[in-house]
């Protein structure tokens, strides 16, 4: 039933949301069109079991999945949200695999929301100029200034560049890559 309900709520968002780009980006993806569904209902049903557990601060935490291998980035208060998110994780039927990026919360006058949200739009901004890069296959995350890519792209070359891009932008700490090749 759970499952069921996470695959109506994945289909309204995708039929609600703006046909030409959902089109695009189910085009230029390079998972199959099942296999991008299935992540899709595997994050879903992630972020729902972090929305409905206690320890887990949902704000604080974000999940995205590939091919079946969950990432689950943010900030966390204590180890045992970080071990209670990877179990959370790893119970969803279809996970074959956890990766995390954590960092310890904290107050930073020099890294805030509002900087997390301009480095991000920057970062997009590169990677949409940037011809050589199927940009909607590159998922940018920002967590304290430190930017994380999340993907499957066509090349090698495409995730160096992408990188790239990434570190050449004012205010970012770090660059993490978790872009994978398409086999």
Same mark, same amino acid.
């Given at each position: 039933?759970?499952? $069921?309900?996470? $695959? ?9 949301a703006a046909g ?8 230029v993806d390079e998972? @199959? ?22 320890? *887990?601060?949902?704000? /604080? ?5 590939? /091919? ?13 949200? *970080?071990?209670? @998110? ?6 969803? &039927? ?13 107050? /930073?006058?020099?890294?805030?929301? @509002?900087? #997390? ?12 100029? /940037?011809? &050589?890069?199927? @940009?909607? +296959?590159? #998922? ?5 200034? +430190? ?16 990188? #790239? ?19």
């Amino acid at each position: 039933m759970k499952r $069921l309900l996470l $695959l109506l709520i994945f289909a309204m968002l995708l039929f609600s949301a703006a046909g030409c780009t959902t089109a695009y980006k189910a085009a230029v993806d390079e998972r @199959s069109i099942g296999t991008q569904t299935d992540d899709e209902i595997i994050t879903a049903e992630i972020k729902a079991d972090f929305l409905q557990d206690e320890l *887990i601060k949902y704000m /604080d935490f974000d999940a995205a999945v590939y /091919d079946g291998h969950a990432y689950i980035l943010g900030e966390y208060e204590s180890r045992e949200q *970080i071990a209670r @998110s990877v179990q959370i994780a790893r119970a969803v &039927d279809g996970v074959r695999g956890v990766t995390t990026y954590m960092l310890p919360k904290k107050d /930073d006058e020099l890294c805030g929301t @509002s900087d #997390n949200l301009l480095i991000y739009a920057k970062v997009k901004k590169e990677l949409i100029a /940037d011809g &050589d890069i199927k @940009s909607t +296959n590159v #998922n940018t995350k920002v967590v304290q200034c +430190n930017v994380v890519l999340l993907g499957i792209v066509g090349s090698q070359a495409e995730a160096g560049r992408a990188v #790239n891009h990434a570190k050449g932008v004012d205010g970012v700490r770090s660059v993490k890559s978790f872009l994978r090749v398409a086999r």
